[in-house]
Protein backbone atom coordinates (compact mmCIF):
# COMPACT_ATOMS: atom_id res chain seq x y z
CA UNK A 1 0.00 0.00 0.00
CA UNK A 2 2.85 2.41 0.87
CA UNK A 3 4.46 1.56 -2.24
CA UNK A 4 1.89 2.28 -4.45
CA UNK A 5 1.02 5.92 -2.75
CA UNK A 6 5.25 6.36 -3.45
CA UNK A 7 4.63 5.63 -7.14
CA UNK A 8 1.47 7.63 -7.49
CA UNK A 9 3.13 10.73 -6.11
CA UNK A 10 6.66 10.32 -7.73
CA UNK A 11 4.19 10.01 -11.07
CA UNK A 12 2.47 13.61 -10.10
CA UNK A 13 5.49 15.07 -9.53
CA UNK A 14 7.44 13.86 -12.34
CA UNK A 15 4.52 14.78 -14.82
CA UNK A 16 4.41 18.17 -13.34
CA UNK A 17 8.18 18.70 -14.63
CA UNK A 18 7.61 17.14 -17.74
CA UNK A 19 4.48 19.29 -18.51
CA UNK A 20 6.60 22.35 -16.72
CA UNK A 21 10.21 21.81 -18.61
CA UNK A 22 9.25 19.79 -21.80
CA UNK A 23 11.16 16.70 -19.81
CA UNK A 24 12.97 15.74 -16.19
CA UNK A 25 9.80 13.13 -15.38
CA UNK A 26 12.58 10.80 -15.68
CA UNK A 27 14.78 12.34 -12.85
CA UNK A 28 11.82 11.31 -10.33
CA UNK A 29 10.29 8.21 -12.19
CA UNK A 30 13.35 6.21 -12.94
CA UNK A 31 15.00 6.43 -9.58
CA UNK A 32 11.77 5.00 -8.34
CA UNK A 33 11.16 2.16 -10.70
CA UNK A 34 14.67 1.38 -10.14
CA UNK A 35 14.87 1.37 -6.21
CA UNK A 36 11.38 -0.65 -5.98
CA UNK A 37 13.11 -3.22 -8.76
CA UNK A 38 16.28 -3.53 -7.08
CA UNK A 39 14.37 -4.07 -3.92
CA UNK A 40 11.63 -6.15 -5.02
CA UNK A 41 14.26 -8.24 -7.30
CA UNK A 42 18.20 -7.87 -6.42
CA UNK A 43 19.30 -10.78 -8.42
CA UNK A 44 17.93 -9.55 -11.65
CA UNK A 45 19.65 -7.70 -14.51
CA UNK A 46 19.01 -5.27 -16.81
CA UNK A 47 17.05 -2.89 -14.30
CA UNK A 48 18.11 0.14 -14.89
CA UNK A 49 17.41 -0.62 -18.84
CA UNK A 50 13.59 -1.35 -17.33
CA UNK A 51 13.11 1.65 -15.72
CA UNK A 52 14.22 3.91 -18.35
CA UNK A 53 11.39 1.82 -20.68
CA UNK A 54 8.72 1.91 -17.92
CA UNK A 55 9.17 5.83 -17.30
CA UNK A 56 8.92 6.12 -21.10
CA UNK A 57 6.08 4.19 -21.55
CA UNK A 58 3.94 5.70 -18.61
CA UNK A 59 4.76 9.47 -19.95
CA UNK A 60 3.16 8.86 -23.70
CA UNK A 61 -0.68 9.66 -22.83
CA UNK A 62 0.43 12.64 -20.65
CA UNK A 63 2.80 13.88 -23.01
CA UNK A 64 0.02 14.40 -25.37
CA UNK A 65 -2.08 15.91 -23.07
CA UNK A 66 0.93 18.63 -22.59
CA UNK A 67 1.65 18.73 -25.94
CA UNK A 68 -2.34 19.90 -26.76
CA UNK A 69 -1.42 22.10 -24.54
CA UNK A 70 1.48 24.10 -26.20
CA UNK A 71 0.14 24.21 -28.75
CA UNK A 72 -2.83 26.20 -27.57
CA UNK A 73 -0.20 28.23 -25.97
CA UNK A 74 1.63 28.69 -29.25
CA UNK A 75 4.26 27.40 -27.33
CA UNK A 76 6.08 24.84 -30.31
CA UNK A 77 7.73 25.95 -32.87
CA UNK A 78 7.11 23.44 -35.62
CA UNK A 79 9.54 24.37 -38.02
CA UNK A 80 12.31 23.54 -35.85
CA UNK A 81 10.99 20.84 -34.71
CA UNK A 82 10.87 19.62 -38.98
CA UNK A 83 14.37 19.49 -38.76
CA UNK A 84 15.26 18.41 -35.58
CA UNK A 85 13.27 15.87 -34.87
CA UNK A 86 14.11 13.38 -37.33
CA UNK A 87 18.01 13.65 -36.21
CA UNK A 88 17.03 13.01 -32.56
CA UNK A 89 15.06 9.97 -33.27
CA UNK A 90 18.11 8.45 -35.06
CA UNK A 91 20.24 9.13 -32.56
CA UNK A 92 17.65 7.86 -29.60
CA UNK A 93 17.72 4.59 -31.33
CA UNK A 94 21.64 4.22 -31.51
CA UNK A 95 20.70 4.78 -27.71
CA UNK A 96 18.86 1.90 -27.39
CA UNK A 97 21.99 -0.21 -28.76
CA UNK A 98 24.08 1.39 -26.97
CA UNK A 99 22.43 1.23 -23.54
CA UNK A 100 22.56 -2.47 -24.08
CA UNK A 101 26.33 -2.53 -24.22
CA UNK A 102 28.07 0.23 -22.12
CA UNK A 103 28.68 0.99 -18.57
CA UNK A 104 26.03 2.81 -17.04
CA UNK A 105 28.34 4.31 -14.45
CA UNK A 106 30.55 5.73 -17.00
CA UNK A 107 27.09 7.05 -18.76
CA UNK A 108 25.87 8.91 -15.27
CA UNK A 109 29.15 10.44 -14.71
CA UNK A 110 29.65 12.42 -18.26
CA UNK A 111 25.68 12.65 -18.16
CA UNK A 112 25.90 14.57 -14.59
CA UNK A 113 29.23 16.80 -15.66
CA UNK A 114 27.68 17.96 -18.34
CA UNK A 115 24.63 18.58 -16.86
CA UNK A 116 26.41 21.02 -14.65
CA UNK A 117 28.03 23.01 -17.03
CA UNK A 118 24.82 24.00 -18.48
CA UNK A 119 23.32 24.57 -14.83
CA UNK A 120 26.65 26.86 -14.69
CA UNK A 121 26.27 28.60 -18.15
CA UNK A 122 22.58 29.06 -17.39
CA UNK A 123 23.11 30.73 -14.00
CA UNK A 124 25.84 32.67 -16.12
CA UNK A 125 22.66 34.27 -18.09
CA UNK A 126 20.78 34.82 -14.84
CA UNK A 127 22.93 37.12 -13.80
CA UNK A 128 23.98 38.58 -17.01
CA UNK A 129 20.06 38.80 -17.67
CA UNK A 130 20.75 38.40 -21.26
CA UNK A 131 17.95 38.04 -23.55
CA UNK A 132 17.39 35.75 -25.82
CA UNK A 133 16.50 36.50 -29.87
CA UNK A 134 13.46 34.88 -31.29
CA UNK A 135 15.19 34.12 -34.35
CA UNK A 136 16.82 31.52 -35.12
CA UNK A 137 21.07 31.52 -35.01
CA UNK A 138 23.30 30.77 -37.67
CA UNK A 139 25.57 28.61 -35.67
CA UNK A 140 26.68 26.46 -38.86
CA UNK A 141 25.12 22.97 -39.83
CA UNK A 142 27.94 20.80 -37.55
CA UNK A 143 26.08 22.17 -34.48
CA UNK A 144 22.48 21.51 -35.79
CA UNK A 145 22.47 18.68 -36.89
CA UNK A 146 25.49 16.54 -35.13
CA UNK A 147 24.03 18.22 -31.93
CA UNK A 148 20.44 17.15 -32.57
CA UNK A 149 21.80 13.80 -33.54
CA UNK A 150 23.64 13.78 -30.12
CA UNK A 151 20.58 14.82 -28.58
CA UNK A 152 18.67 11.98 -28.79
CA UNK A 153 21.66 9.69 -28.07
CA UNK A 154 22.83 11.31 -24.73
CA UNK A 155 18.88 11.69 -23.61
CA UNK A 156 18.27 7.75 -24.46
CA UNK A 157 21.34 6.65 -22.58
CA UNK A 158 20.43 8.87 -18.86
CA UNK A 159 16.37 8.30 -19.26
CA UNK A 160 16.16 12.50 -19.33
CA UNK A 161 15.92 15.06 -21.64
CA UNK A 162 17.73 17.76 -19.90
CA UNK A 163 19.69 18.94 -22.57
CA UNK A 164 17.10 19.69 -25.43
CA UNK A 165 15.65 22.78 -23.30
CA UNK A 166 19.33 24.79 -23.84
CA UNK A 167 19.63 23.48 -27.34
CA UNK A 168 16.90 24.93 -28.35
CA UNK A 169 17.41 27.90 -26.70
CA UNK A 170 21.24 28.18 -28.35
CA UNK A 171 19.52 28.45 -31.91
CA UNK A 172 17.62 31.40 -30.84
CA UNK A 173 14.14 30.28 -29.33
CA UNK A 174 12.95 32.00 -26.09
CA UNK A 175 12.59 29.78 -22.92
CA UNK A 176 8.60 28.92 -23.38
CA UNK A 177 9.04 27.71 -27.14
CA UNK A 178 11.90 25.16 -26.29
CA UNK A 179 9.63 23.88 -23.59
CA UNK A 180 7.06 23.57 -25.93
CA UNK A 181 8.71 22.17 -28.60
CA UNK A 182 10.93 19.94 -26.10
CA UNK A 183 7.64 18.51 -24.99
CA UNK A 184 6.81 17.54 -28.54
CA UNK A 185 10.09 16.26 -29.60
CA UNK A 186 10.54 14.50 -26.44
CA UNK A 187 7.13 12.41 -26.96
CA UNK A 188 8.12 11.08 -30.56
CA UNK A 189 11.64 9.84 -29.82
CA UNK A 190 10.06 8.33 -27.12
CA UNK A 191 7.21 6.17 -29.59
CA UNK A 192 10.48 5.01 -30.90
CA UNK A 193 12.87 4.02 -27.54
CA UNK A 194 9.64 2.46 -26.29
CA UNK A 195 9.21 -0.25 -29.53
CA UNK A 196 13.02 -0.48 -29.55
CA UNK A 197 13.43 -1.63 -26.02
CA UNK A 198 10.85 -3.78 -26.08
CA UNK A 199 12.08 -5.80 -29.08
CA UNK A 200 15.79 -5.88 -27.58
CA UNK A 201 14.85 -7.00 -24.23
CA UNK A 202 12.26 -9.98 -25.81
CA UNK A 203 15.92 -12.17 -25.37
CA UNK A 204 17.45 -11.25 -22.81
CA UNK A 205 17.34 -13.53 -19.43
CA UNK A 206 17.02 -12.61 -15.70
CA UNK A 207 14.60 -10.39 -16.05
CA UNK A 208 12.48 -8.89 -13.32
CA UNK A 209 9.31 -10.18 -13.21
CA UNK A 210 6.84 -8.26 -14.87
CA UNK A 211 8.53 -7.79 -17.67
CA UNK A 212 8.21 -7.79 -21.84
CA UNK A 213 11.37 -6.99 -22.64
CA UNK A 214 12.90 -4.45 -21.04
CA UNK A 215 9.26 -2.73 -20.40
CA UNK A 216 7.30 -3.86 -16.60
CA UNK A 217 3.85 -3.43 -16.96
CA UNK A 218 3.51 -4.68 -13.00
CA UNK A 219 3.40 -0.51 -12.00
CA UNK A 220 2.93 0.73 -15.21
CA UNK A 221 -0.80 1.63 -14.70
CA UNK A 222 0.04 3.64 -10.64
CA UNK A 223 2.12 5.66 -13.13
CA UNK A 224 0.08 6.55 -16.14
CA UNK A 225 -3.52 7.63 -13.57
CA UNK A 226 -1.51 10.71 -12.17
CA UNK A 227 0.49 11.34 -15.12
CA UNK A 228 -2.66 13.27 -17.02
CA UNK A 229 -3.27 16.20 -14.15
CA UNK A 230 0.49 16.58 -13.72
CA UNK A 231 0.79 17.19 -17.67
CA UNK A 232 -1.81 19.76 -17.30
CA UNK A 233 -0.43 21.61 -14.38
CA UNK A 234 3.11 21.57 -15.69
CA UNK A 235 2.15 23.02 -18.88
CA UNK A 236 -0.88 25.70 -17.35
CA UNK A 237 2.58 26.76 -14.93
CA UNK A 238 5.05 26.89 -18.33
CA UNK A 239 2.14 29.57 -19.41
CA UNK A 240 1.82 31.82 -16.53
CA UNK A 241 5.17 31.59 -14.96
CA UNK A 242 7.24 35.20 -15.93
CA UNK A 243 9.91 33.85 -17.81
CA UNK A 244 13.13 34.64 -15.82
CA UNK A 245 11.14 32.49 -13.04
CA UNK A 246 11.22 29.97 -15.25
CA UNK A 247 14.71 30.27 -16.28
CA UNK A 248 15.55 30.32 -12.30
CA UNK A 249 13.28 27.08 -12.11
CA UNK A 250 15.14 25.30 -14.89
CA UNK A 251 18.35 26.20 -13.62
CA UNK A 252 17.30 24.95 -10.36
CA UNK A 253 16.21 21.23 -11.51
CA UNK A 254 20.17 21.31 -13.60
CA UNK A 255 21.74 21.64 -10.28
CA UNK A 256 19.86 19.17 -8.92
CA UNK A 257 19.84 16.71 -11.60
CA UNK A 258 23.58 17.01 -12.28
CA UNK A 259 24.68 16.63 -8.43
CA UNK A 260 22.10 14.00 -7.50
CA UNK A 261 23.55 11.61 -10.67
CA UNK A 262 26.97 12.44 -9.67
CA UNK A 263 26.93 11.48 -5.97
CA UNK A 264 24.21 8.89 -6.22
Partial sequence: MYIDILIIISAFAGSILSGLFGGGAGLIFTPTIYLFLSYANPNSSYIMQTSITTMIASLMISGLVAIVKHHKYNHIDWNVLKWSAPLIIIGSILGCFTMTVVSSRSVIYVFS?????????????????????????????????????????????????????????????????????????????SVFVLIFMISLGLNKNNLPPGNIGFLNYNYLWLFIIPTIPGALLGAKLANTLPERKLRIAFTVLLYFIGSSMLFS
Avoid at 119 to 138: E, F, V
Avoid at 155 to 183: C, H, M, Q, W
Fill in 113 to 189: LATLILAIRSTQKLISNTQQNNTNRDLGWSFRYIGCFLLGLISTLSGAASFVVPYYESIGLDIKKSIGTTTVVVWLY
